[in-house]
C-alpha cells in the first residue's frame, strides 16, 4: 500500500512539474513576443507618424500607410490617435478621413462590438476621434448613441464625449442631461465636451434642471455650468443661493459672478455673508469681491474679524478687488483694531500698493 502511494505522489508531482513548466514556457514565449512587437512598435511607430504628417501636409500617396497596416494595423491606429490633440480644422478632417480612405471604419465598427473590453474600448477611442468628420459621422450612423448604455464605464463616456461636441442639438441636450444624473468624475469629463453648447443648453435645458425640484439633479446643474465659466442668461439664481440644501447655496454662489447682475442677486448674496456657516460665507465673500458689490463692505469687515481665518482671508481679498472703498476701509483696519485683523489687512495692501501707485 505505500509503494503505491508513493508512485502516486511521484505521478502527482511529475504532473505538477509539468504543468510548471508549461505555464513557464507560456509565460517565457508571451514575453518573448511582448519583446517583439515592443521593438518593432519602437521602430514603425516614427515612420508611421512621418507618413502621417507627408498625408496632412498635402501627399495623397497612401501606399506607404498601407504598407504599415499590413505590417501592424494596432501602430496604425497609434499613430493616428497620437494626433488628435494637435490637428484642428481642415488638418483634422484630412486625418479623420483617413479611416474611410483606408478601409479602417467598418474594422473598428466591428471591434467596437467585440466581447473584448480592451478591444471594444480602443475601437470607440479611435471611432469618437474620427466622428469629428461629417462623412465619418455619417458612415458610424447610431452606434455611440446605441452605446451610451455600454457596460463599460469608460465607453459610456467616450460615446458620451463624442456626441457631446459633434452631435445633434438633440443629441447634446440628451448628453447634458446624462451629465446630471452621472457620478462626479463623469460630469466633470463631460463637462468640458459641452462647453461650446453652454449658451445653447442655458436657454432652455440648464433651467429646466433647476427647476427640476430634484435636489441631486440641481446641484449637478450648478456644478456643471460653474464648470464651463462662462457668462450665461439664467434667470432665479437667488432662490438657489437660499436653498434648503447647503451644497447647492454654495454652488449657486458660485454660479453667481457667470450670470447678469440684479439686484435679487445682490440681496441673496448680502444674505449669504451672514450665515453663520464659514464656507456659505466664503463662497459670498468671494462673489461680493467678484461682483464689486459696494454694500456687502460691512458684512465683509465682520467677516474678517470674526475668528476664522479661512473666511478673514477671503473677506480682505473682496475688500482688495473694491478699490477705492474697499482699500479705504483695510486702511481704517489697520489704524486699530483687533491685531490679527490688523496683521492681515496691512498684508494684503502691501501686496496691491505697488500696482495702486502705477
Known amino acids: 500500500m505505500t509503494e503505491v502511494a508513493l508512485r502516486a505522489a511521484a505521478l502527482l ?31 514603425l511607430l516614427p515612420q508611421i507618424r512621418t507618413s502621417l504628417v507627408d498625408y496632412l501636409s498635402g501627399n495623397d500617396d497612401l501606399a506607404p500607410l498601407r504598407r504599415f497596416l499590413k505590417l501592424s494595423r494596432s501602430d496604425v491606429l497609434t499613430g493616428i490617435l497620437s494626433f488628435r490633440n494637435a490637428v484642428s480644422g481642415s488638418a483634422r478632417d484630412r486625418l479623420c478621413g483617413l479611416a474611410l480612405d483606408l478601409e479602417l471604419l467598418a474594422e473598428w465598427r466591428r471591434e467596437a462590438r467585440s466581447r ?19 462623412p465619418c459621422r455619417r458612415a458610424v450612423g447610431d452606434l455611440l448613441a446605441d452605446s451610451l448604455e455600454d457596460h463599460d464605464w469608460e465607453v459610456r463616456v467616450c460615446c458620451a464625449q463624442a456626441l457631446a461636441r459633434f452631435g445633434s442639438p438633440a443629441e447634446v441636450v440628451a448628453i447634458f442631461r446624462i451629465a446630471t ?38 446641484l449637478a446643474a450648478l456644478q456643471i455650468v460653474v464648470a464651463w465659466e462662462r457668462a450665461l442668461p439664467l434667470n432665479g439664481l437667488d432662490e438657489l443661493m437660499r436653498h434648503r440644501e447647503r451644497e447647492i447655496r454654495i454652488q449657486a454662489l458660485r454660479a453667481a459672478p457667470l450670470v447678469a447682475h440684479s439686484r435679487e442677486n445682490d440681496w441673496a448674496v448680502l444674505q449669504a ?19 464689486r458689490i459696494i454694500a ?26 473694491m478699490p477705492p472703498q474697499g482699500w479705504q476701509t483695510l486702511e ?9 485683523t490688523v496683521s492681515l489687512a496691512a498684508d494684503v495692501l502691501r501686496r496691491v500698493r505697488p500696482s495702486r501707485s502705477k
Not at 513548466?21 to 511582448?34: D, H, K, Q, S, V
Not at 462647453?195 to 445653447?200: C, D, G, I, T, W
Not at 481704517?332 to 490679527?340: K, R
Open 116 to 134: 473584448d473590453v480592451a478591444r471594444r474600448r480602443a475601437a470607440f477611442a479611435v471611432i469618437a476621434f474620427v466622428y469629428a468628420f461629417e
Open 13 to 43: 508531482m511529475g504532473v505538477y512539474a509539468i504543468v510548471i513548466l508549461a505555464l513557464f514556457g507560456a509565460a517565457l514565449i508571451r514575453g518573448l513576443r511582448w519583446k517583439e512587437k515592443t521593438g518593432r512598435t519602437a521602430e
Open 332 to 340: 481704517d483696519l489697520v489704524a486699530g483694531g483687533d491685531p490679527v
Open 273 to 291: 455673508l451672514s450665515n453663520p456657516d464659514p464656507e456659505i460665507a466664503m463662497a459670498a465673500a468671494g462673489v461680493a469681491g467678484r461682483l
Open 296 to 321: 456687502a463692505i460691512p458684512l465683509l469687515v465682520q467677516c474678517l474679524s470674526g475668528g476664522n481665518t479661512a473666511l478673514a482671508r477671503t473677506s480682505a481679498a473682496a475688500l482688495v478687488a
Open 181 to 218: 444624473s452621472e457620478s462626479l468624475l463623469t460630469r466633470i469629463l463631460l463637462a468640458d465636451a459641452l462647453r461650446p453648447h453652454a449658451l445653447e443648453l442655458s436657454k432652455a435645458a440648464v433651467p429646466d434642471e433647476l427647476r427640476s425640484g430634484d435636489a441631486a439633479r440641481v
